[in-house]
């Protein structure tokens, strides 16, 4: 259903904007002219008390706006036949005009005024927001999406019996949480525009230490990782879901509901089945932006594992299958053509010195040339011969061999052995300079903690849980700072082991 005065087609509700050519002068060769006058012309009005500029100010901000640009081309309608600075300008002000970013308004026959116009301001603001370093605006990320869950999670904040919650506050918090979490939505799809711009550059990159470095310090070191550390590591994942859970509860209370439409009706002349409808829509597009915001983080740590892998592939193919040997092949080669440019290989032959090493090549005429008699391989004699299975020596030196090999397989069972013996209470945690594995029966059960994170113990009815930190993670660029503990005389980076259940 359309509510009055609007469409149900966003094409509908610009088609007055379009048919106006607003958005012709981005289209035009010298769109940097047009860019600059307005960003210039929206700055100075908003420095004036009134909002609005002079004629001779703006004409001024316009002349000089071309001086910056003297190698733009302009159209004849925009002054390019012209050579005086001040004609052009003054047929680009009359472009402005016709193209309704600016409007002229006379007080008397001496004084005039230019005013900006709103979409001008709103196409400047636009422009500006595509224009800004992405990166240093997702730092704003972890405190957008903060405040959106500490309002929805604030007791009563939907309640429509609350004092505070009056019709028109309640669609003011609706709108504001609405343009919050679409905002935060827009910053996590700028980090995937990174991560792909990043993939870009690494597909590109022209040695293997260039590889590294950007695999290993300058995509982690990236502001992109803001927003993903931000869901992660200081829990604003289940913080999410629980502002999801109070607005879905709001979407389902027909008060709530009631209440947001009477703020509605009076904020946009509705009538009582409008607003209605609208409040339902409002408060299933909030409860759906935040139900979103988990799956697009679980693809952006898909585009990081696309990543990594492809920096592991790319670093595999600049070192192994490419190599030094491959770049002096070819260095040698560009050398010889450059040296012996013009010549054949019958002249080289001449030169003193030069023992050209060529295939030879055998010709075949007559009725030789018709069929070449290939050698036949030798026929493979697949057969085996079978075991005496009355031998007894060979099953039991299996079964000792089978033994021995189980003893030194790693599972979850000797992890969650090794974690029950050193940490007995859920939450605590020791580093591998708090304790010594003396045996290799040990250090194994100590490698299985390192390759699982949960385990169950036969004696024990739940399984337990752990996870492992390492001080890599912070100083993985400077590994003189990593410390290092022994045991049985192995040399291992120092880890923290903590028990979670």
Known sequence: MSLPGESTSLSARLAPVLAGNFFRPLARPSAAVYIDCAERLVEAADENVSGQLSHEDARAIIDEVLRSHPNTALADDEGGLLTDISQRGGQLYNRLCAEQWLQERRKSFTERWVLITPGLRMLVSFLG??????????????????????DLILPRALDPNHNQNSPEILRQKIQEL???????????????????????????SDSARETLHRALVSFHEGEHMTCHDALL????????????????EATYDHLTKFRLAEGLAKHRSLN?????????????????????????????????????????????YQTEMRGRQADQVQSCLIALSKQHAGQSFSNLANLPGLDLRSVEIETYRGSNSLAIAYQKRPPVNLAF????????????????QIRRQNLDVLTPQRAARFIDKHLPEKGASISTNQFRVHTDDAFLDFLAVLCFAEGRLPN??????????????????????????????????????????
């Open 385 to 400: 011969t079978t075991r005496d299975a009355g031998n007894e020596d060979d099953i039991e030196n299996a079964k000792e």
């Open 178 to 204: 609405l343009d919050r979490t679409g905002r935060a939505i827009n910053q996590l799809h700028t980090v995937e525009s990174i991560i792909l711009e990043h993939e870009s550059a690494q597909r590109t």
């Open 460 to 501: 024990k009815r739940h399984p337990i849980s752990w996870r492992t930190h390492s001080d890599r993670r912070t100083s993985g660029t400077e590994p003189d700072k990593i410390a290092r503990d022994t045991h049985t005389s192995r040399v291992l980076e120092r880890l923290t082991i903590e028990r979670l259940s």
């Open 233 to 248: 590591e200081s829990g604003l994942l289940s913080r999410v879901a629980q502002a999801r859970d109070v607005v879905r």
């Open 272 to 316: 009582d089945s409008e607003s209605f409808i609208e409040a339902e829509s409002q408060l299933t597009r909030l409860e759906r932006l935040l139900a979103s915001i988990p799956g697009k983080q679980r693809a952006i740590d898909g585009r990081i594992s696309d990543f990594s892998t492809l920096s592991a592939a790319r670093y595999r």
């Open 129 to 150: 927001d595509l224009a800004k370093n992405r990166p240093a605006d997702l730092k704003d990320f972890a405190g957008t999406l903060r405040s959106v869950c500490d």
